[in-house]
Nanobody, 114 residues
Framework: QVQLVESGGGLVQPGGSLRLSCEAN????????MGWYRQGPGKEREFVAG??????AYADLVKGRFTISRDNAKNTVFLQMNSLKPEDTSVYYC?????????WGQGKQVTISS
């Protein structure tokens, strides 16, 4: 059974930075892809960033500010979020895909406010 545990959410001022972590209970190289979606209040869930092998993709709204990375030995994927804006306020959900199935983390609140 795949489990994804997220950490690193919280409150930060506009222009600040946060790093999210997503730890899997198995070798992350067994996943075809890992990354994050987010869902703001009253909004639909939207793609943020994803890693596919050694490549990465980003939503236009976060490109240049967010960076996805991984530590294979720790079975963990990271999302470094810089230059945060109030509109980045959302619950961020980690995801992983394997054998045609998508798995989700529990979600972490990220709030950007003065």
């Amino acid at each position: 059974q795949v489990q994804l545990v997220e950490s690193g959410g919280g409150l930060v001022q506009p222009g600040g930075s946060l790093r999210l972590s997503c730890e899997a209970n198995r070798n992350i190289l067994s996943f075809a892809a890992m990354g994050w979606y987010r869902q703001g209040p009253g909004k639909e869930r939207e793609f943020v960033a994803g890693g596919y092998g050694d490549s990465a993709a980003y939503a236009d709204l976060v490109k240049g500010r967010f960076t996805i990375s991984r530590d294979n030995a720790k079975n963990t994927v990271f999302l470094q979020m810089n230059s945060l804006k109030p509109e980045d306020t959302s619950v961020y959900y980690c995801y992983a895909e394997r054998l045609g199935t998508r798995y989700w983390g529990q979600g972490k609140q990220v709030t950007i406010s003065s």
